[in-house]
């Protein structure tokens, strides 16, 4: 079975500054997606970032890019320019490609913008 | 607006009772989802269906169950044999084959406690 781990239950950045979050997967599977999702006080779940495993070049999207390290199943995110908008709780979320099999989610990280 | 719908925001279960929540989407999706969200944990998955008419089990399906009788609407049950059902559930669908690299899409949620 496919296992998710952040293991930084908080972390707490300065606005404006960059912070970056952990996620490690695990998985004996070659063709898979990986996820970033926020979930805001309003507890939606919104999709910061997609990756997949296949591409070598890390996604980014306006202030938000990940370090996807395939051969070490790590897939951080890193928020530059920190904004009080991005306090949140983050997710990272693992799918095996191949069919629509449901996410595996990490525990999340909470993040605190300081003003 | 294309969206998830979930409805009732807020239900209450008194003990012996089996109560449904419900997911409506209007996005044209193959696929939808249901998990499961304690305090302090990322989402875990209940069910999820990948056409109608058919659905599977997911990480954590004891005490529930779920129908797919149209595209749009994937109702849960939460039954009596489910002892801790007090949590926070999200619907979610997808695209189906061919794309797994597209996210899923949630809902707003349903509370659920127990009275």
């Known amino acids: 079975a496919q296992t998710v781990t952040q293991s930084q239950p908080e972390m707490s950045v300065q606005e404006a500054e960059t912070v970056t979050l952990s996620c490690t997967y695990d998985?004996?599977?070659?063709?898979?997606?990986l996820f970033w999702y926020k979930q805001p006080p309003s507890r939606q779940m919104i999709l910061v970032i997609r990756q997949e495993a296949y591409k070598q070049q890390n996604a980014t999207e306006n202030r938000f890019s990940v370090n996807f390290q395939k051969a070490a199943k790590s897939f951080s995110l890193k928020i530059s320019d920190s904004q009080l908008g991005d306090a949140a709780m983050y997710f990272c979320?693992?799918?095996?490609?191949?069919?629509?099999?449901?996410?595996?989610f990490g525990k999340g990280t909470h993040l605190i913008i300081q003003p | 607006d294309g969206g998830i719908t979930q409805s009732p925001k807020y239900l209450f279960r008194k003990e012996g009772q089996n109560v449904t929540l419900s997911c409506e989407q209007n996005l044209n999706h193959d696929a939808m989802y249901w998990y499961r969200q304690d305090p302090g944990q990322g989402l875990r998955l209940i069910y999820y269906s990948q056409i109608v008419n058919d659905f599977q089990k997911g990480d954590i399906a004891e005490g529930y169950s779920v129908s797919r009788e149209k595209k749009e609407s994937f109702p849960l049950t939460v039954t009596s044999a489910q002892k801790n059902p007090t949590a926070f559930y999200l619907c979610a669908s997808s695209i189906r084959l061919g794309q797994n690299n597209q996210p899923q899409h949630f809902g707003d949620g349903t509370r659920l406690s127990i009275l």
């Open positions: 979320a693992y799918r095996r490609g191949g069919g629509a099999d449901g996410l595996t």
């Open positions: 998985t004996s599977e070659s063709d898979y997606y």
